[in-house]
């Protein structure tokens, strides 16, 4: 249970804010405060920060990096410092159905590949 807002503060920029789980009722989520902001560049790309504080850990900050340099390609790149992680994912979109190609290294779990297929209306 969380709750949020997203304030759409122009056109390029987007800010967030999110309370998550305070009343303790989901045994996978921890209680955590989220603020993050999205930029909308010229360049095709969209960059994204996020600080994230779980109450009973350290403070994760977030950062990434979506390329499109068409409507049928995205390139996505993204950190996070706790635990320290290095994601990159591909998406292709052919005739409403969207490929999403991942893989993610964690300091200690090492490499998880991940793949997606959805059909958009």
Known sequence: MGLGIIIKASEE?????QIRDMSRTNSFTKPALRIGASYKSAYKTISYFEIEKEFTST????SGLSYEPNKSIRIDIGLSSNPILLSMGLG???????TDLSFTRHQTLGSSPGVSLLYEL
């Open 13 to 17: 920029l987007k800010i967030g804010i």
């Open 59 to 62: 403070v994760n900050i977030k």
């Open 92 to 98: 292709i979109l052919i005739d409403h159905i969207r």
